[in-house]
């Protein structure tokens, strides 16, 4: 049985985005939209749909005719890199409101927008919640024996569709036992990830099992500059308890 609440968004749900939306590339914005659609391409999080009145067509050109899950559609490229596709324009489609309008790569473009705060990686699910909350319970995370942290306390993170991740004071980490990574990554919910660590305990070698947001969306300043575990690759012990591990999940 599971230990989080899953993600129950069906594929090809639709919602209206109270939102502005703009897309920008060299500087220039390709989208603007206050008219976007939520699309559910996979239950976990929506892609942006932009009717094409609101998208700078003549920055693109259009290629081959193709089905998707969600109609009919052309291939887009943008004119600056025709060789990569960089969308499609729906044009038919047997779900309400998607017919005439696009729906862009999200690496297509240089940045995105919501309202005036930049998004990172995809939309933000209306539908998803995260929440990060101070808690005076114990974790204690080991490898194989070895701790790797021991912390009396803790900012416990609750997401949609992700098992808890403990975020602990860096100063009851044990780094003797980790390595930094190159590895940087982002989230649209909590911000940017700037620093990695992988495991090794004697022959054990995991990679990218802890990381530190160094930036942060402002609901989540509670986990900024603390340590988080990933729970699928070590054992978590709260207050004394050993937790199960989750089955690897996206983060």
């Known amino acids: 049985m599971s230990t989080f609440p899953p993600s129950l968004t069906a594929v090809n749900h639709t919602a209206p985005v109270p939102r502005r939306i703009r897309g920008i590339k060299d500087g220039a914005p390709l989208l603007d939209t206050t008219r976007a659609l939520y699309v ?7 892609q942006y749909y932009t009717p094409r009145a609101d998208v700078k067509m003549d920055a693109f050109i ?3 005719a193709i089905e998707t899950p969600q ?4 291939q887009l490229a943008l004119k600056s890199a025709a060789d990569k596709t960089a969308g499609r324009l729906i044009t038919a489609s047997l779900i309400s409101g998607l017919a005439d309008t696009v729906r862009l790569e999200w690496k297509a473009l240089d ?3 919501e309202e005036d705060e930049e998004v990172f990686v995809h939309p933000r699910s209306p539908y998803k919640r995260v929440d990060a909350l101070r808690s005076n319970r114990a974790v204690r995370v080991e490898l194989e024996g070895t701790v790797l942290a021991d912390a009396p306390s803790c ?6 569709g992700l ?14 036992f ?6 940087r990554t982002q989230c649209p919910y909590k911000g940017k990830v700037d620093g990695y660590w992988s495991a090794s305990v004697g022959n054990i070698n995991v990679a990218d099992v802890a990381w530190l947001y160094t930036y942060t969306t402002p609901a989540m300043t509670p986990i900024a500059g603390l340590v988080a575990f990933l729970n699928e690759r070590v054992d978590i012990v709260i207050d004394g308890k050993l937790q199960p591990r989750p089955e690897t999940h996206f983060s």
Do not use: I
């Open 40 to 46: 559910w391409e996979w239950p976990h999080y929506p």
């Open 155 to 160: 900012v416990m993170l609750f997401e949609t």
């Open 111 to 113: 940045h995105w927008f």
């Open 163 to 176: 098992p808890t991740r403990y975020y602990l004071d860096p100063t009851k980490v044990r780094f003797a």
């Open 62 to 64: 259009e290629g081959d």
């Open 178 to 183: 980790l390595r930094p990574s190159a590895t």
């Open 71 to 74: 109609g009919q559609a052309r």
